[in-house]
């Protein structure tokens, strides 16, 4: 007992100290390991499938669970409600609520807010899975199971950092924003950030989104991704449906009208040709060239993973940054084309055609919006076809960018480093992530994504996984960065 109090108040005296070295902290997170699955396992076990209006009370259930989690590890939790979500029958049901959380509250140290979300995925195993996905199994040093990797396993070991962390005190108070519609785009939340800007978020310095991949084994630290603008162009042909026995070579068709269109929007090497969309792209500095060169990546890996015959960029340079710093256009499908199995000879009547830019800094959705529109009508009308277009942007969510000089991006380096030691790459999103934006935009505060699922964690698809190594040396990840954010 005496032995175990001098332990405690050696440690309790070092925490004094900033930053105090990890080492006990490590050990502790090592000794706890076989727990911290255990936990996981129990989360997985929850079906909270946030798309499948049955399944809400599970969702509940999940955010009740940590909440009562949190309370465990000594913090404090309000329930933010939502209200409700309206379904497409009419029928009303409630959202679930959203967890704003604290632990620790000295206004002497800095205050990092964490952004993750409890809901998942749906998972059957009839969709393929070698096992029961809301089962968690560990094999070949892997944990399979919906949300072990997005986003439970990213949570949960950002938890288990705080624990174990606070064994000899936080350095640092930690908020944390969790939510249970994010599967579904966030219902609700925009507005509880709004709201609580000048409350929750009053005193946040940093936050941080543990909602992430890393490019490869080594670990990534994320400070941009791409926007979305995403497009419609409807054309009319006739009143309805015609017989191409009858009208074939009496009309002009909506169908080979669209795919005009769309053909005239990419070329083959993947440049989108309308006029002035690169205009406003930030030219590569020095600086983010030397970036990539230290990148783990590897080119044939990802073919031999999709299957592509070939890539249209053959360097890892190339190809990543037109993944995540250039803008890229893709042709998605047709609404009202005929996609059966077997021969219709059918004249479609009314076609959409749907494709997206994601675009970059600086572009801007509505200069966007604008050129694809007058691009669209002035070859249409070079075709002089009676049919009528309709162009319509559904979709214009900006691009993010943030800066990896500021202090929380310092202090995940210098974590990555101490914990594994190599330098951590600095990785992009080609995808889009509304939250990191919405949340510098609301707040004016810097984000970073700061995750630790692997590349091939098959999060969305079947057999989802986070291998045990990512999860538990990931917890220390996370224990080293909340010690670094005290001392950047
Ligand atoms: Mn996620
Ligand atoms: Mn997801």
């Known amino acids: 007992m005496l032995f175990l109090l001098s332990i405690l108040s050696l440690l309790t005296c070092q925490a004094a100290l900033s930053p105090v070295p990890p080492d006990q902290i490590f050990q502790y997170i090592d000794d706890h390991q076989d727990e911290f699955v255990q936990r996981l396992k129990e989360w997985v076990a929850i079906e909270s499938d946030s798309s499948d209006p049955t399944k809400r009370g599970l969702v509940d259930n999940m955010m009740q669970i940590t909440k009562d989690f949190i309370l465990k590890i000594g913090g404090t939790v309000e329930m933010a409600e939502l209200g409700e979500q309206e379904l497409s029958s009419g029928k009303k049901i409630p959202l679930p609520p959203v967890i704003l959380a604290e632990i620790g509250n000295d206004t002497k140290k800095p205050t990092v807010c964490f952004y993750g979300h409890m809901d998942v995925q749906p998972a059957k195993k009839s969709d393929g899975w070698a096992t029961e996905p809301y089962t968690l199994i560990e094999k070949d040093?892997?944990?399979?199971?919906?949300?072990?990797?997005?986003?439970?396993?990213?949570?949960?070991?950002?938890?288990?950092?705080?624990?174990?962390?606070?064994?000899?005190?936080?350095?640092?108070?930690?908020?944390?924003?969790?939510?249970?519609?994010?599967?579904?785009?966030?219902?609700?939340?925009?507005?509880?950030?709004?709201?609580?800007?000048?409350?929750?978020?009053?005193?946040?310095?940093?936050?941080?989104?543990?909602?992430?991949?890393?490019?490869?084994?080594?670990?990534?630290?994320?400070?941009?991704?791409?926007?979305?603008?995403?497009?419609?162009?409807?054309?009319?042909?006739?009143?309805?449906?015609?017989?191409?026995?009858?009208?074939?070579?009496?009309?002009?068709?909506?169908?080979?009208?669209?795919?005009?269109?769309?053909?005239?929007?990419?070329?083959?090497?993947?440049?989108?040709?309308?006029?002035?969309?690169?205009?406003?792209?930030?030219?590569?500095?020095?600086?983010?060239?030397?970036?990539?060169?230290?990148?783990e990546f590897n080119l044939d890996e990802l073919q031999a993973d999709t299957g592509a015959k070939r890539f249209l960029y053959d360097t890892k340079e190339g190809l990543l940054m037109h993944r995540w710093r250039y803008p890229s256009l893709s042709i998605h499908g047709i609404e009202g084309a005929f996609s059966g199995s077997g021969t219709k000879t059918v004249i479609p009547a009314k076609v959409i055609g749907k494709f997206s830019i994601r675009q970059v800094p600086n572009m801007d959705p509505s200069i966007v919006e604008k050129q694809v529109t007058d691009y669209l009508e002035h070859k249409f009308s070079e075709r002089n076809s009676p049919n009528k277009i309709k162009v319509t942007m559904i979709i214009g969510a900006k691009p993010w960018l943030s800066d990896m000089n500021e202090p929380q991006y310092l202090a995940a380096r210098k974590a990555v480093t101490r914990v594994f030691n190599v330098n951590a790459d600095m990785i992009r999103a080609g995808g889009t992530i509304p939250i990191a934006k919405n949340f510098e935009e609301v707040l004016g505060k810097r984000v970073m994504l700061l995750g630790i699922g692997g590349p091939d964690d098959s999060t969305h698809g079947q057999n989802e996984k986070i291998s045990k190594y990512n999860y538990i040396e990931g917890t220390k990840l996370y224990a080293a960065f909340l010690q670094e954010l005290a001392s950047v």
């Open 141 to 295: 040093g892997n944990l399979y199971g919906r949300g072990a990797s997005d986003d439970k396993g990213q949570v949960l070991a950002l938890l288990n950092a705080v624990e174990s962390v606070n064994v000899i005190g936080l350095p640092v108070n930690v908020k944390l924003v969790i939510e249970g519609m994010e599967e579904v785009g966030s219902n609700g939340l925009d507005k509880i950030v709004e709201e609580q800007k000048d409350g929750f978020f009053s005193n946040v310095d940093y936050i941080v989104v543990t909602d992430t991949p890393w490019l490869s084994k080594k670990p990534g630290i994320t400070y941009g991704a791409r926007g979305n603008c995403y497009f419609f162009i409807e054309v009319e042909g006739a009143r309805r449906d015609l017989h191409s026995g009858g009208f074939g070579g009496a009309v002009y068709e909506a169908m080979s009208d669209l795919i005009f269109l769309l053909d005239t929007l990419i070329d083959s090497k993947g440049k989108i040709l309308i006029p002035g969309i690169y205009d406003d792209v930030r030219s590569v500095t020095e600086e983010e060239k030397e970036l990539y060169k230290d990148l």
